[in-house]
Structure formats: structure tokens, C-alpha cells
């Protein structure tokens, strides 16, 4: 049962434009939302996160977006540059604790 | 460097074999988390300890196991290992018991001919 889904496994966008990860969920009892970027050969790095009771995080280029009556999260980045090149997943986590549970992944690819 | 050490960094071994994956958290946190990374998959949840106890399971094979040490670094044991078994696997720390975000080592690849 894959709680978290990421559709899509890849995007490619030209630099300087708006890229849009996007992210759903099944799990209501899930109440914080976090995304992490992974370069090749090295683990994931936390880059932002939202709780339940917001609908919007923002920090720099990235900005998050939570819609909790669809279960759908997203994540935005402007202006998009090539070193944003990276796999991004998307988590998320219940009240209770314990542990993250990723999404599948989504390469993004910035072309210069 | 994210202060998380997962040794090895590649390993290669025959079917039927065990290995041994070893990880040191970040200094001060307790939660330690492994993770499977395989071809095309997101990070499938394996165990979590705390402060040397279990919290939590998840998709982890009975032939795989893991412990906590008083020094806090972990081990994930592999055994009887098979082709499917190749996979990255992934060590994260955190401070508490859950929330907020983890660092993850580097991680360990895995490749069983």
C-alpha cells in the first residue's frame, strides 16, 4: 500500500522557469510533510517542509504547498537552475511518529 | 559531510552470503532509520531503533535483522542474501523519536551476483 505517490518519475524544465513536483497521499492521520532532494552518490538532504496546519511554506526558491482536503501536496521552484538537477521525494509522517514514508521519486532535470 | 557514517560504500558479494552494514548517527540523536533504495523505488522503510531498543518495523525480510549499540551506531545484517536483495541502503539519524526531518548517510550499495 503506497501511502505517498509521486506520479510522475521525471521533468525536465529550461532554466530560469518554474518547476512543480507534485505529490499525493491516502494517509489522514499524516500531519507533516517534508521534501528531500538526492544528488547521485550521495544520500537525501532535507530541503523543506509544511505542516497540517498550514497550506503554504515558503524558503528562498522553494515554496510548498499543502491541499489537505485532496491529500495533495506540491512542491515549487523559481527561478529553476541547473543545480536543482536532483531526484526529489516526497514524505510524510503521522502524529504518532515513528518514520518517514517517502514517495517513489521524481527526477528533475533543468536544462541551462 | 552530513555527520551521518554508513560503511561500507559499495559492497559486492555472491548469492547466499551475509553482510554486514554499519552506520554511526549524527552525534547526539538517538533514532536511527534504515532504508531500501532499490532500481525505480522510492525509500522502503526497514527498522528504526532508539536509544538501543526497536521502535519500529517495517518491510524488513526475517532474514534481514539489525541492532543498536550503547554507543548508539547501528548494524544491519543481511543474510542468505539474493539478486533482489541489491539495492542502496540507506542510514538516517534524527533527535527524537519521530518528526521533523532525518539525516541521512551517504549510503551502502549493495550488489549480490
Known amino acids: 500500500d503506497q501511502q505517498v505517490k509521486q506520479n510522475s518519475p521525471s521533468l525536465s524544465v529550461q532554466e530560469g522557469r518554474i518547476s512543480i513536483l507534485n505529490c499525493d497521499y491516502t494517509n489522514s492521520m499524516f500531519d507533516y510533510f517534508l521534501w528531500y532532494k538526492k544528488y547521485p552518490a550521495e544520500g537525501p538532504t532535507f530541503l523543506i517542509s509544511i505542516s497540517s496546519i498550514k497550506d503554504k511554506n515558503e524558503d528562498g526558491r522553494f515554496t510548498v504547498f499543502l491541499n489537505k482536503s485532496a491529500k495533495h501536496l506540491s512542491l515549487h521552484i523559481v527561478p529553476s537552475q541547473p543545480g536543482d538537477s536532483a531526484v526529489y521525494f516526497c514524505a510524510a509522517i503521522g502524529a504518532s511518529g515513528s518514520r518517514l514514508t517517502f514517495g517513489e521519486g521524481t527526477q528533475l532535470t533543468v536544462n541551462p | 559531510d552530513s555527520g551521518v557514517t554508513q560503511t561500507p560504500k559499495h559492497l559486492i558479494t555472491a548469492t547466499g552470503q551475509r553482510v554486514t552494514l554499519r552506520c554511526s548517527p549524527r552525534s547526539g540523536d538517538l533514532s536511527v532509520y534504515w532504508y531500501q533504495q532499490s532500481l525505480d523505488q522510492g525509500l522502503q522503510f526497514l527498522i528504526q531503533y532508539y536509544n538501543g531498543e526497536e521502535r519500529a518495523k517495517g518491510n524488513i525480510l526475517e532474514r534481514f535483522s539489525a541492532q543498536q549499540f550503547p554507543d548508539l551506531h547501528s548494524e544491519l545484517n543481511l543474510s542468505s542474501l539474493e539478486l533482489g536483495d541489491s539495492a542502496l541502503y540507506f542510514c538516517?539519524?534524527?533527535?527524537?523519536?519521530?518528526?521533523?526531518?532525518?539525516?541521512f548517510g551517504s549510503g551502502t550499495r549493495l550488489t549480490v551476483v
Open positions: 538516517a539519524s534524527s533527535s527524537t523519536t519521530g518528526g521533523g526531518g532525518y539525516t
